[in-house]
Nanobody, 122 residues
Framework: QVQLVESGGGLVQPGGSLRLSCAAS????????MGWFRQAPGKEREFVAA????????YYADSVKGRFAISRGNAKNTVYLQMNSLKSEDTAVYYCNAALRWTVPPTPGNYWGQGTQVTVSS
């Protein structure tokens, strides 16, 4: 089992920035590819960004490419999502995910966090 806890969400104005964190516990963190997904009201959950076990490979949804950056600190068992130039359409609950397989495009694994709300509004 892997337990995931997200933090860092909140209210931000359009054009602003936020950094989300996901702390993992349980199994060996470095064995897992990590990803961020999001779900807006009335919409299906969608992929945002993912990073491989070593951090050497990353993948982004076209809608966030160039604005968001995913990174990981294996010593701290944490994955981050730096979100810049935020838009109203980025408003959603953001979920952290852990997967044993790294695929392109990334597919979610079995482990999810509880989610953190990001609201972009003036």
């Amino acid at each position: 089992q892997v337990q995931l806890v997200e933090s860092g969400g909140g209210l931000v104005q359009p054009g602003g920035s936020l950094r989300l964190s996901c702390a993992a516990s349980g199994r060996t963190f470095s064995n897992y590819a990590m990803g961020w997904f999001r779900q807006a009201p009335g919409k299906e959950r969608e992929f945002v960004a993912a990073i491989s076990w070593s951090g050497g490979s990353t993948y982004y949804a076209d809608s966030v490419k160039g604005r968001f950056a995913i990174s990981r600190g294996n010593a701290k068992n944490t994955v981050y999502l730096q979100m810049n130039s935020l838009k109203s359409e980025d408003t959603a609950v953001y979920y952290c995910n852990a997967a044993l397989r790294w695929t392109v495009p990334p597919t979610p694994g079995n482990y999810w966090g509880q989610g953190t709300q990001v609201t972009v509004s003036s």
